[in-house]
């Protein structure tokens, strides 16, 4: 059974499954996190949905690069949890199926590509209290 953090699923919504692949950047005492501003405004691990014919892989690689610039190396699957959560950018309801990877971030190639996103280095400790689901930072805290 996956573990699952967050709220529970609401009864009579239906949901999406939705998965996704997320690093753990960890550098020089500090991790790399992505700030996304509207709609959400909060700190969140680097990553997001795995596109149909894309493997996981490929779309941490992907995802990373959009939302922080950075190529990334060595990527390794360190686990994996769900949540239930509205999505207002689709507008649907989700179940995320999250894919969790410690990769190392090797190379900036230049601002995030992504609209609305914001590379940011941050003690972990901070990043434990600013991330905005529990399971990126249980994840996170299992690395510090």
Same mark, same amino acid.
């Not at 573990?3 to 790399?32: D, E, F, N």
């Not at 609305?116 to 990043?127: E, Q, Y």
């Given at each position: 059974?996956?573990?699952?953090?967050?709220?529970?699923?609401?009864? #009579?919504?239906?949901?999406?499954?939705?998965?996704?692949?997320?690093?753990?950047?960890?550098? #020089? #005492?500090?991790?790399?996190?992505?700030?996304?501003?509207?709609?959400?405004?909060?700190?969140?691990?680097?990553?997001?949905?795995?596109?149909?014919?894309?493997?996981?892989?490929?779309?941490?690689?992907?995802?990373?690069?959009?939302?922080?610039?950075?190529?990334?190396?060595?990527?390794?699957? *360190?686990?994996?949890?769900?949540?239930?959560?509205?999505?207002?950018?689709?507008? *649907?309801?989700?179940?995320?199926?999250?894919?969790?990877?410690?990769a190392r971030p090797i190379l900036p190639l230049g601002p995030?590509?992504?609209?609305?996103?914001?590379?940011?280095?941050?003690?972990?400790?901070?990043?434990?209290?600013?991330?905005?689901?529990?399971?990126d930072a249980d994840f996170l805290a299992g690395i510090f």
């Open positions: 059974m996956i573990r699952r953090y967050g709220s529970t699923p609401i009864a #009579g919504h239906k949901y999406v499954q939705r998965p996704g692949a997320y690093a753990i950047l960890p550098r #020089g #005492g500090k991790v790399l996190v992505t700030y996304q501003g509207a709609p959400h405004d909060e700190f969140q691990l680097p990553g997001g949905g795995i596109d149909a014919g894309e493997g996981p892989i490929e779309a941490l690689h992907r995802e990373v690069l959009e939302e922080t610039g950075y190529r990334i190396a060595a990527p390794r699957k *360190i686990g994996v949890f769900r949540r239930f959560t509205y999505m207002p950018e689709y507008g *649907i309801n989700a179940e995320k199926v999250c894919h969790i990877y410690l995030p590509s992504e609209p609305g996103h914001l590379a940011v280095w941050l003690d972990p400790v901070i990043a434990l209290a600013e991330l905005a689901n529990d399971g």
